[in-house]
């Protein structure tokens, strides 16, 4: 095992037969061992410098039917928001004022590209200076053109599953994996930082389904990684299902950070929800970003896609000072810029 992870440190990849046991054989002695490696390759690019991006959850409206998420569209007992311009823009007053230079406006998939457009524009009118991410599902290529061309640097569009068979056990008929793979091409081609990224313990996920996974992201070389546990919402026919594992989120986390150094990682808060010391474990894995919740507060609880989302403390950007201080216990700090993916 140490001369598997050892390889995949130097050569950064590995056979898919090699994958599949550091996946299904990594004991807690080989998890310190790879999580410490990772730990050391983004030290080399980033220091112990951790990123923030303040995200806006700028509306819970969506068209779509996905089985684990609580959002969902057949989802009745939420109640149901959406942030106008102005308050989008008063966010970002906020969140800059706090030292913010990365918003991410994210959302549910719904019609409401003119409106983002707009925001965009007057986002990038009033603040030259910040990055502009984007992650609001799919949509047609012109439609993230016009994005781009409204001044979003990023975007961010977790491909979830790349195996069709999975795909299928996560999303109704409607949706359709070569759609999400082809906006992927589309935002890379486009010109964005683009981010991909799986649910690990997604109910039905096999080994093979994360080797896919793993292969898929090397080939694709995204700006960014999400990476987070699966954790059940009471109201979606995913209920009962169990939630991913602590340890093999932070195994996936290695793996990634040691196939890509430079990688934008976040430390997510599935992962600060799902234990508490999530986050810190996290960028111990090789993180090295954190995404602060800069939604209004009243509107927080109704962007819940799965139980007991952590939206409060360090997990708030206005909680800022809090997270200061438990990244100085793990001897790491914020760094207010704006953190854009750097090759070098
Ligand atoms: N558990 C964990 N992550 C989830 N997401 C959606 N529902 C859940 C859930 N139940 C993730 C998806 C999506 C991102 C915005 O949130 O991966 O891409």
Known sequence: MRSLIERLHREHTLAPDEFRILLSQCNDKDLS??????REVSHASFGNRIFIRGLIEVGNRCKNDCYYCG???????IERYHLDEETILACCRHGYELGFRTFVL?????????????????????????????????????????????GANRYLLRHET?????????????????????????????GFQTGTGIM??????TIDNLIEDILYIENLQPEMIGI???????????????????NQT????????????????????????LSPEGREKGILAGANVVMPNLSPVI???????????????????????????????IGYVIDKGRGDYNAY
């Open 162 to 190: 790349h195996n069709e068979l999975h795909y299928r056990k996560l999303h109704p008929e409607t949706m359709s994996l070569s759609n999400r793979l082809r906006c992927l091409a589309d935002l890379k081609r486009i």
């Open 228 to 246: 987070g546990p699966f954790l059940p919402h009471h109201d979606t026919p995913f209920a009962m299902m169990p939630s991913g594992s602590l």
């Open 299 to 329: 509107q927080r609880s109704k962007y819940s896609l799965y139980d007991n989302k952590a939206s409060l403390g360090a997990e708030a950007a206005e909680g800022l000072l809090l997270l200061e201080q438990r990244l100085k216990v």
């Open 33 to 38: 061992y790879i999580n410490a490696l990772a």
């Open 106 to 150: 994210q959302g549910g998939e719904m019609n409401d590209d003119e409106m983002i457009i707009r925001t965009v524009s007057s986002i990038r009118k009033e603040f030259p200076d910040v990055a502009i991410t984007l992650s609001l599902g799919e949509k047609e290529t012109s439609v993230y053109e016009r994005f781009f061309q409204a």
């Open 200 to 205: 690990v313990g997604s109910p039905y996920q």
């Open 71 to 77: 959002i969902r569209r057949s989802n009745h007992l």
């Open 250 to 273: 932070l195994l996936l986390l290695s793996i990634f950070r040691l196939m890509h150094p430079h990688a934008l990682i976040p430390s997510t808060t599935a992962l600060a929800t």
